[in-house]
């Protein structure tokens, strides 16, 4: 007949089955204490779950009095932490437990800056290079610091220091930014300053240090943020820019999502620089090579030598995907490009050219 139907043949069992939340029937002093452990032991070297259920029942036995709270068998245990802590690899990579806790849980504005030297960002890594002293015949790590300005993305300084990086290496750091990169023995013509031309080219060429400069932007740095580290939070560099009207702006501690173009910076220079240089040992241990200090052949100034070339030659003429031009998007730019619009668009600040700017930016000690 025209009026019958075949509903009655279908299996309803499983579209009618309650759907059961994973953490049904679970204590929720037990999931609080998951949670607490959980962030105590962030920090700390990656145990299993035997260890973390056991610490865990201890902090039950402790705020609830022993016996009062018993923990189910351990798949049901470890199921339950799955759900209360995804990805928060609480038995696997240390590393890792302690970069997915770092994340911030709101979202904050992008540091941004419409003119050249407006927003300038310090920071300082260790470097993936080993360093080679043929005198002692070892090898040893070094730090990079480098200022980077946020408009342009160009690298304004840079200094690589063995033992890290102290007050005075962050002052002359500054002083680099507001200084002519001078040109080394065998680069190009093509690498000079003048190769920029920009609209002030003949206000510049009246400083004879711009006839041998490289072309790397010299920019006066209206404000720098800087994290918690001690070299920059020195009373030397709050000197310096309180001497030069620079002001500082202090990032949050242990928060690289408050400097992401330094952080980009970083991760451009590695990929970039260092593991094309003899001695490169990886970013994280697990990278490490076998051999890797017995491939360390340059010396300290070769690679400062080497990372000049590199950033002159490479990172200032390669296209950068963050540097966009309001109203034309698909436009391809360069540090050195948008350094270029920029002072057209927005003029130039004269830098300081007093002999004297590397002497009062060091740190001063009363004997």
Known sequence: ESGCTTSGLVDRRTTTARLSHPLAGADPRIIEAIMVQHGIEVDESTGDMNRFKRRVQNRLDAEHGKGEVRLPAMATFRRWVEVTLPGGHTTGSAVTRRTTSNRPEDSYE??????????????????????YDCVENITYTVELTIAIDVASRTILAWRFKPKGTK????????????????????????????????????????????????????????????????????????DACRRYGISIQD??????????????????????????????????????????????????????????????SVYQRRHHSGLVLPGFSNLKLSPNDAYRILVHKSGYVACPTDPNLYLELLPIEWL
């Open 167 to 238: 007050a005075a290496d962050a002052g002359a750091l500054i002083g680099d930014a507001m200084t002519p990169e001078p040109m080394r023995p065998g680069w190009p013509d093509k690498l000079r300053h003048a190769v920029l031309k920009l609209a002030c080219e003949p206000f510049l060429s009246l400083d004879e240090r711009f006839a041998t400069a490289a072309a790397r932007p010299v920019v006066f740095p209206e404000k720098i943020i800087i994290d918690h580290g001690k070299a920059f939070a020195s009373q030397a560099v709050k």
């Open 251 to 312: 990032a949050r501690a242990y928060r690289p999502t408050d400097k992401p173009q330094v952080e980009a910076a970083f991760k451009t220079i590695r990929s970039g620089f260092s593991q094309h240089i003899a001695g490169y040992k990886g970013y994280k241990v697990d990278q490490r090579g076998r051999q890797a200090e017995q491939h360390a052949r340059w010396t300290l100034s070769d690679i400062e030598f080497f990372f000049a070339e590199y950033v002159i």
């Open 110 to 131: 992008a540091v941004t800056a419409s003119r050249v030297g407006e927003v300038v960002m310090l920071d300082t890594t260790p470097l993936d290079v080993l360093c």
